[in-house]
């Protein structure tokens, strides 16, 4: 074996380098975007597929409302949210823009509302309290199918329903609108069951119309014959049981109110009322309940005198029952007669008039014609001392003379009769004008003349004699009596006394036990004994006469 030392060269052979091409390999590294960039344009392809359209939103404030967090909610559930906020053109709103979930455009309609969800504060209630910790969001109601929008005007205050709630609309038609207003509780025997939602003034400008929702299962109770009525402040009312205040709730003291009910004078509710069905708003519930007829007579009525109290409105009663009210009246001049005349035109409502069944026919076709034929008449009478209305009151007046029915123009006329106090100042006048017929100055004379006469018979000598011989007389009187007291009062005092002491002794002479009666007794008897006897002797004697003669013994 050769050991090279480090003086001897190195001759030892080496051979080329061989280079061998090396087989390529896909490094793991590389996969790591290629995943990033699938996963990105994945997710680029779910938000651009599932992103909804995109719209604007008109407000007049943008109070509570924040690009980027303010979401748009329906039924608490997120549709959409706000990406940003600018002004309008004109600075005078704010333009909201928003994106919405995909799917959105069914109900993105003409008819969408769209209103911002904060805390508020109403005469009507609190509303949006929970936005105090979360933040406002903006509600949506879809409305109902209409033509597809992408820019709409934003509602400043929440309506008063969605179209979601269940229930039904009405419409209520009253002559003045009140103190209603919108948001007004809708009342049913004082529970709240719904609110006033809109009203605008009808077209032809004599009536209010007022748009109600009653939610569900309420609306179940407005049928054909339900009444509303104004239930705004409170009724008040004074009658023969006292003062009545009647209130539905303190809500309708301050922004009123609705309610609504079937009058008991209807024997059925009727049908269930259909949506938007139209339904009169009386004023109060006294004219409610009032019950309506079909069939109304007007008839005019003349009086000559004052009718201060007696309004339009006012009621026509006969013996205490309504049948009617007035309707008008004027002051009317006759030229021809030149007086003044006060023509009140009245309405009749006959079917208030129960007739019975064995009633003649002709009586219920003209039932005022054959009243006023027997002797009706109208008379005004005060209805209320406190306040002085007046009414027409209907009756008949025995004193009055039957009269027959009448025409002025086209109206019936029903004769009338002077008020109670027109009565009793007319007899104070006859009575007067019989005074003024006295001779009072002759009178007056007469009895000057006895009162003369009477001072000389009092100042007569005479008179003074009787009345001094009356004192004399009744001076003996009082000597009487003090005599009478002093010495024969105590006389008749004794024999009181004597006679009580005798009537003591025949009670005990009377006793029963005593020996007195006892021999009185045995007298009685024999006493009894001797008459019987005597009483057969006088019989025979009647039988025998002539056993004087002969004796008893030779009757034979």
Known sequence: MHVNTPLEPDTTDFSEPVVQARKRQL?????????????GGWLIYKTLSEKGPEVVIIFKTAEGLEAGKTKIKFKDVEVGQVTELS????????SVKAQFVKGAEAYLTENTRFW??????????????????????????????GEPVLKFNGLE????????DPGRIFMLKADRKGSIEVGAPVYYRQIPVGKVIAY????????????????????????????????????????????????????????????????????SPGEAAQEEAIFTLYSNRDAAEKKDYAEKKLFLLNFDTSVRGLFPGAPVEFRGIQIGEVIDLK?????????????????????????????????????????????LYAQLKTGNIVTGQQYVSLDFFPNAEPRRITYQGDYPVIPTLPTQIEEIASKIGQFIAKLDKLPLDQIGNDLKDTLQGARRIT???????????????VKEIQLLTTDLRIRTAPEINAALKQAQQSLATSNAVLETDSPLQYRMKETLEELSDAARSLRVLVEYLENHPESIVTGKGSEK
């Open 331 to 375: 002051l009317e001049y006759d030229a021809n007669k030149k007086s003044f005349e006060i023509p009140v035109l009245i309405v009749i409502e006959p079917g208030r008039l129960n007739l019975k069944k064995n009633t003649a026919p002709k009586v219920h076709e003209k039932i005022i014609d054959f009243l006023i034929a027997k002797g």
């Open 459 to 473: 100042n007569s000598p005479e008179i003074g004699e009787a009345l001094r011989s009356l004192n004399t007389a």
């Open 116 to 145: 911002v969800v904060r805390a508020r504060v109403a005469a009507y209630g609190v509303s949006g309290l929970g936005t105090l910790l979360s933040g406002a969001y903006i509600d949506t109601d879809p409305g109902k199918p």
């Open 200 to 267: 605008n003034l009808a077209p032809e400008g004599t009536s209010i119309f007022f748009k109600v929702f009653v939610n569900a299962p309420y609306h179940k109770y407005v049928h054909e014959n339900t009444r509303f009525w104004n239930a705004s402040g409170f009724d008040m009312k004074l009658d023969t049981q006292g003062i009545r205040i009647q209130t539905e709730s303190f809500v309708s003291l301050m922004v009123g109110g609705i309610t609504f009910d079937i009058p008991n004078s209807y024997e």
């Open 87 to 94: 002004l309008t053109e004109d600075i005078s709103q704010v």
């Open 27 to 39: 490094s793991l590294i590389w996969l790591i975007p290629v995943v990033a960039a699938l996963i």
């Open 157 to 164: 205050e929440p309506p008063i329903f969605t179209t979601v």
